[in-house]
T-cell receptor, first 114, second 113 residues
Framework: ETGVTQTPRHLVMGMTNKKSLKCEQH?????MYWYKQSAKKPLELMFV???????ENNSVPSRFSPECPNSSHLFLHLHTLQPEDSALYLC?????????????FGPGTRLLVL | GNSVTQMEGPVTLSEEAFLTINCTYT??????LFWYVQYPGEGLQLLLK?????DKGSNKGFEATYRKETTSFHLEKGSVQVSDSAVYFC????????????FGAGTRLAVHP
């Protein structure tokens, strides 16, 4: 499989549930990103990881917890979410995080919080 | 601060019409500029980019020129197809710092036969 993959593609969860989103990149990149795409806001960067180290946390609430065990995998652990967290969550990767390099996006996980 | 402003959509065109989607930016310094496209049900795909003033990015018949004097990066295509129907995002990024893309709100394009 090539490119950036995300699972699941769709997720419905209650406010008390705990779930995780998974992202995997097959491009040999070293930087990975989580973005949030809401219906009424521009795409928002949430987290950046470079060589497995978090280099950016864009003031994201602690109910979102990222994990990057290696350069190919990125997780977003979700707990005690709110309905306003319903959105499309996009993962991306790039060769490194400190150059103006193209980011390659996955198809996203569409999350609905009830 | 740094920001990107795009024309509001939706933009509705007939097949073979000329397309322009306006994009202007506000930035301190000289960012790289990008157009990404999002087809229904999919993630974002890079359409084209330009890294310095007067550069022209092009791909699949789409073009955009980096205009420093007007701080613009308008997307154009001479003859659109139904398959071009998608949401188009303009974005900027600075080199030498964190690889952080700042996106515009997106412009939805609908092309009818």
């Amino acid at each position: 499989e090539t490119g950036v993959t995300q699972t699941p593609r769709h997720l419905v969860m209650g406010m008390t549930n705990k779930k995780s989103l998974k992202c995997e990149q097959h491009l040999g990149h070293n930087a990975m990103y989580w973005y949030k795409q809401s219906a009424k806001k521009p795409l928002e960067l949430m987290f950046v990881y470079n060589f497995k180290e978090q280099t950016e946390n864009n003031s994201v609430p602690s109910r979102f917890s990222p994990e990057c065990p290696n350069s190919s995998h990125l997780f977003l652990h979700l707990h005690t979410l709110q309905p306003e967290d319903s959105a499309l969550y996009l993962c991306a990767s790039s060769p490194r995080d400190r150059e103006s390099e193209t980011q390659y996006f996955g198809p996203g996980t569409r999350l609905l919080v009830l | 601060g740094n920001s990107v402003t795009q024309m509001e959509g939706p933009v509705t065109l007939s097949e073979e019409a000329f397309l322009t989607i306006n994009c202007t930016y506000t930035a301190t310094g000289y960012p790289s500029l990008f157009w990404y496209v999002q087809y229904p049900g999919e993630g974002l795909q890079l359409l084209l980019k330009a890294t310095k003033a007067d550069d022209k990015g092009s791909n699949k018949g789409f073009e955009a020129t980096y205009r420093k004097e007007t701080t613009s990066f308008h997307l154009e295509k001479g003859s659109v197809q139904v398959s071009d129907s998608a949401v188009y995002f303009c974005a900027l990024m600075f080199s030498g710092g964190y690889n952080k893309l700042i996106f515009g709100a997106g412009t939805r394009l609908a092309v009818h036969p």
